[in-house]
T-cell receptor, first 118, second 116 residues
Framework: GAVVSQHPSRVICKSGTSVKIECRSL??????MFWYRQFPKQSLMLMAT?????????EQGVEKDKFLINHASLTLSTLTVTSAHPEDSSFYIC??????????????FGDGTRLSIL | GNSVTQMEGPVTLSEEAFLTINCTYT??????LFWYVQYPGEGLQLLLK?????DKGSNKGFEATYRKETTSFHLEKGSVQVSDSAVYFC???????????????FGQGTILTVHP
């Protein structure tokens, strides 16, 4: 089945550091990728929708200058948390949709990245 | 807008007990419905799906039926195992058109713990 690889799985870094998270579709072309944030014991909050070759669409309340998203190819999207602070600590999850399939088909999720800012 | 409401957890059951996790939704058009499962420290895995009214999704002993008349997609399993302990999310994918096209709307998640 479709596989989405997310890397790294865990990051611990100092406040003020910028952190890049990669999301790759391994065996399909992902024209659309989604980035979510999940707080402990809570549901997933959609941060932005990333379309290959165009600017990401951010959800209301998400700072686009804080969370930079790049979707340069059909198999790779990156999320960069710029100048991260402790309040940015969270679990970030990406998902991807196979561009050849309709929206009745499921999104495929990465395993998530646990970001901890000290 | 679209929304998904799940029964609040946590749900604690003994092994081999019957499981029901309720899920109701509000959406325009004809959404597709999904159940995802999240094991500790991991991303989400698709458990089952249904794309139109009266469809029944099933996988690993879990079932859910798309009920348009009651806007529900309740998850059931006849006999749970300890390995089923996880967080379960009900979700819908909006139908064509509008800014919500293709996005998933999630319920709040239900924590299931199964004891031996």
């Amino acid at each position: 089945g479709a596989v989405v690889s997310q890397h790294p799985s865990r990051v611990i870094c100092k406040s003020g550091t910028s952190v890049k998270i990669e999301c790759r579709s391994l065996d399909f072309q992902a024209t659309t990728m989604f980035w979510y944030r999940q707080f402990p014991k809570q549901s997933l909050m959609l941060m932005a929708t990333s379309n290959e070759g165009s600017k990401a669409t951010y959800e209301q309340g998400v700072e686009k200058d804080k969370f930079l998203i790049n979707h340069a190819s059909l198999t790779l999207s990156t999320l960069t948390v710029t100048s991260a602070h402790p309040e940015d600590s969270s679990f970030y999850i990406c998902s991807a949709r196979d561009g050849r399939q309709g929206i009745d088909q499921p999104q495929h999720f990465g395993d998530g990245t646990r970001l901890s800012i000290l | 807008g679209n929304s998904v409401t799940q029964m609040e957890g946590p749900v604690t059951l003994s092994e081999e007990a019957f499981l029901t996790i309720n899920c109701t939704y509000t959406a325009t058009g004809y959404p597709s419905l999904f159940w995802y499962v999240q094991y500790p420290g991991e991303g989400l895995q698709l458990l089952l799906k249904a794309t139109k009214a009266d469809d029944k999704g099933s996988n690993k002993g879990f079932e859910a039926t798309y009920r348009k008349e009651t806007t529900s997609f309740h998850l059931e399993k006849g006999s749970v195992q300890v390995s089923d302990s996880a967080v379960y999310f009900c979700a819908l994918s909006a139908s064509a058109g509008g800014t919500s096209y293709g996005k998933l709307t999630f319920g709040q998640g239900t924590i299931l713990t199964v004891h031996p």
